[in-house]
């Protein structure tokens, strides 16, 4: 921290809070290329034990063993619990909310079929973060919707058709 | 279409979201991998109360499958702190966008190859335009000013 230099604020960077940084784009669509591996090997359990919950809880399992693992490694920082206190009591929902998605992903897929499934989930995705973007909600800083933003969500409807496979 | 199937690819399609924005202030306090965890601990007594719910019992040749198999959590739980990291630093949409390209891409990868059991589909004419469509999208939010 001795050598760090003084914090100068360049005229540029103050108006651009929400520059986009490039790294973690990449970061993310690194996250992406996940997904459909987990789907491929969850789906495999899924088919092998007839049982889409039993599936999906031992996915649940096997994540909280492998970040338990991680964690022991002590390679990472360690958590601090104690400020879990200021964490509104919404916030636990997430792991709720998820496993609401898995089933009702599994049931929209059986019947629209994977790609129209797909291809709305996506679009009321790209919908809902970008208003929870724009309106800066449930503590997210606001980044306003922009015109790119607009192109990029249009493009990326079409591409998602696209790609559905017929 | 029902009505009812359109109102449930809604939900779904929110709860994606807002299953990231509810982690997302966890991760306030404890940090993506905290996060991560505590997450994935509310979705496994979920999944265990409704498996115990619907009455089922576990098959006794579940272990049956090659190891690699059961991974899929581990992916999913490597997904979910990288999603948290990124979507801290570029905001909700931006990462979408960009997790919905790696999504597409591995989609094809593995479809080509027919990687972990898939059979294989080679990539269609249509496919590889959406896929040059979802770069360009992430090339649009990443270079938007404001």
Request: charged fraction near 5%; proline fraction near 5%; hydrophobic fraction near 50%.
């Amino acid at each position: 921290m001795s050598s760090a230099p003084a914090r100068t604020v360049h005229p540029t960077h103050t108006a651009a809070s929400h520059r986009i940084r490039t790294p973690y784009v990449l970061l993310a669509v690194a996250a992406g290329s996940l997904l459909p591996i987990q789907f491929a090997l969850n789906s495999q359990v899924a088919h092998h034990s007839h049982s889409i919950v039993l599936a999906a809880g031992i996915s649940y399992l096997v994540g909280v063993a492998a970040l338990t693992t991680a964690l022991l490694t002590g390679r990472l920082e360690p958590i601090t619990w104690r400020n879990l206190r200021y964490a509104p009591w919404w916030s636990y929902l997430g792991g709720l909310v998820g496993s609401g998605y898995v089933l009702s992903s599994v049931y929209l897929t059986a019947a629209l079929g994977t790609g129209l499934a797909i291809s709305l989930i996506i679009t009321v995705q790209t919908i809902t973060s970008l208003t929870v973007d724009h309106f800066g909600l449930l503590g997210f800083p606001q980044r306003p919707l922009t015109r790119p933003r607009i192109a990029a969500a249009l493009l990326m409807l079409i591409a998602v058709t696209l790609q559905v496979p017929r | 279409m029902s009505a009812l199937l359109l109102l449930g690819a809604a939900v779904a399609g929110m709860a994606l979201v807002f299953g990231l924005v509810f982690t997302a202030q966890l991760q306030k306090q404890c940090g993506p991998v905290g996060a991560t965890l505590i997450n994935f601990c509310v979705g496994a007594l979920i999944m265990a109360g409704t498996f115990t719910v619907q009455g089922q019992t576990i098959p006794s040749d579940l272990g049956s499958l090659p190891a690699w198999s059961y991974l899929g959590g581990a992916a999913g739980a490597l997904y979910v702190t990288l999603n948290l990291i990124a979507t801290k630093a570029n905001g909700l949409a931006t990462t979408t966008v960009a997790i919905i390209l790696g999504q597409m891409l591995m989609s094809r990868l593995i479809d080509q190859f027919g990687w972990l059991g898939v059979t294989a589909r080679p990539i269609t004419l249509p496919q590889l335009t959406g896929t040059a469509l979802l770069i360009l999208a992430v090339y649009l939010v990443q270079h938007e000013r404001r």
